[in-house]
């Protein structure tokens, strides 16, 4: 059987299968006036877009508003892990080489490292860094994803399998885990990369293992490329953006998930994957790959990208779900918890402006400037302004790995290889506070009926 049948109806199937498709739709809808009236939390969200509280957490601090003489005021966007500044931690002018092992200690350990702290941590990593290749052969190979995601998750989910003690969920044997899939998940990402390539185009396999001594962003581009040279401009953006990825507070879809997951005392690897699941989301990490996809649908709709007249046409009809997915969202705007502006959006922009100009890409830059202005404006025109909408993480971070010549394919596994250190400092916090499993409650809001027999049931 191959693919195509294996998930395909036969045509008599497809008619019963639409009637189900009715009853479900039928089924499902709930009136949306009973969420009012039992002050639902949609989203867990407050009736002004807050989240519910749902929990305390040290390992970072999201706000999006000051307060101002006893009042909420949008303002510029902060972002503290373990209490710093992640300004400061992408490093004053991209020096650092290993600012992602840095930032990484920090999430987990709650404090900055000394150097010699650094040294050992980063030799520690390195050590981990390795997939035996049995594991490429058995998993990573077999049947490689078009979304690469879903071989991040196949993968972490069977290293499971090769490990002697998955279900201990005592703190020494999940730091144990966390910083061996902290280690391996750039290794597999890239992998599933090369794999998905050369099953699918015929490109030629090249699977080259890390390199004692270089960084985490430095071994994703040597292994990435057949030639395994990068400059070090590259290395230090490559890092910055892991940095910036790396923790975005409890609440966000896949922390808040591993949260979920970890409270009903599942394994490292289950909780993981479930955070990957998330992450793949296009309202969530997914966001990265949808801007992308949506510039290259703009370039095919729009025949002058300097005429803001016709990218503002272009946003309208993607507003009213009559270009590109259909969805209505702009990707790459709009937050859940920031106002007037992203702070890692902002230190992205930087770096896209900065690699635009080396590269001769500048108007490529100008696009995605112009689009990030207009449907701010648009968007917030058209929801009666609750609070102002500005461009997220999501927007710049494509555009710099495409000036990397990272492939479009990579863009949210690299999220994904970043933010497992921030998922790992949850999955620990939650652990170490012996937290009660999280189970909010659902209204019941059907009707209780009497059970028909078949025979008797029209
Ligand atoms: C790493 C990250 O996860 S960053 C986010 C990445 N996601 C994206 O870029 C996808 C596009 N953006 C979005 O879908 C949303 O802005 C989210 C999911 C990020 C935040 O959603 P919310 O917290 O519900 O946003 P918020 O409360 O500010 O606004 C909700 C309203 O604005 C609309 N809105 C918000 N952002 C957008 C957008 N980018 N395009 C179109 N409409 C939008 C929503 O549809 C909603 O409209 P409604 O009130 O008429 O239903
Ligand atoms: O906080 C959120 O809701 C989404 C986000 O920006 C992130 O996870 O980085």
Request: charged share 25%.
């Amino acid at each position: 059987m191959d693919n195509e049948s294996m998930m395909a109806l036969s045509k008599q199937l497809e008619v019963e299968f639409d009637s189900l498709v009715e009853n479900c739709l039928v089924s499902g809808a709930i009136d949306l006036n009973l969420y009012q009236e039992y002050d639902v939390k949609r989203g867990l969200r407050d009736s002004s877009g807050k989240g519910v509280l749902t929990g305390l957490t040290e390992i970072s601090d999201v706000t999006g508003y000051d307060i101002v003489n006893g009042v909420k005021e949008p303002a510029d966007g902060k972002l503290f892990y373990q209490g710093y500044d992640v300004k400061k931690l992408v490093g004053e002018g991209i020096k650092k080489k290993f600012a992602f092992e840095e930032t990484t200690y920090l999430l987990l350990f709650g404090k900055l490292p000394t150097a010699e702290q650094l040294e050992v941590f980063i030799e520690v990593v390195a050590s981990l860094q390795e997939l035996s290749g049995q594991f490429v052969r058995d998993v990573i190979m077999k049947a490689p994803s078009a979304n690469l995601m879903n071989g991040l998750q196949k993968s972490v989910l069977t290293l499971y399998s090769y490990d002697s003690n998955p279900d201990d969920i005592s703190i020494p044997n999940v730091l144990r885990q966390s910083l061996q899939l902290i280690a391996k998940l750039p290794l597999i990402a890239v992998y599933n990369y090369h794999a998905y390539r050369h099953f699918n185009f015929l490109d030629s396999l090249v699977i080259k293992p890390p390199v004692k001594g270089l960084s985490t962003a430095e071994n994703i581009l040597q292994m990435l490329r057949p030639d395994g040279k990068y400059t070090e401009l590259e290395a230090r953006v490559l890092d910055a953006a892991l940095v910036l990825h790396a923790e975005h507070g409890g609440g966000n879809n896949s922390t808040f998930t591993n949260h979920v997951v970890t409270s009903s005392g599942t394994d490292t690897y289950s909780a993981v994957a479930a955070s990957i699941a998330s992450l793949k989301g296009p309202r969530h990490g997914g966001a990265n790959l949808k801007v992308q996809q949506m510039f290259a649908d703009l370039k095919k709709n729009v025949s002058d990208i300097k005429d803001d007249s016709q990218i503002e046409g272009y946003l309208k009809k993607v507003l009213k779900g009559e270009a590109f997915d259909g969805s209505g969202l702009i990707y790459g705007m709009g937050h859940a918890v920031y106002t007037i502006s992203d702070p890692r959006e902002l230190i992205l922009k930087g770096f896209a402006e900065k690699l635009a100009n080396e590269k001769g890409m500048q108007d490529e830059f100008l696009l995605h400037d112009t689009v990030e202005r207009i449907a701010a404006e648009l968007i917030m025109a058209r929801r009666h302004v609750i609070k102002p909408v500005c461009a997220n993480v999501d927007f710049y971070s494509g555009l710099i790995y495409t000036m990397l010549g990272i492939p479009e394919e990579l863009f949210t596994p690299l999220f994904a290889l970043s933010r497992i250190s921030g998922w790992s400092a949850h999955r620990l916090e939650e652990l170490v506070n012996k937290e009660k499993i999280i189970r909010p409650a659902y209204k019941y809001v059907g009707h209780h009926k009497e059970y028909v027999e078949l025979e008797e049931r029209k």
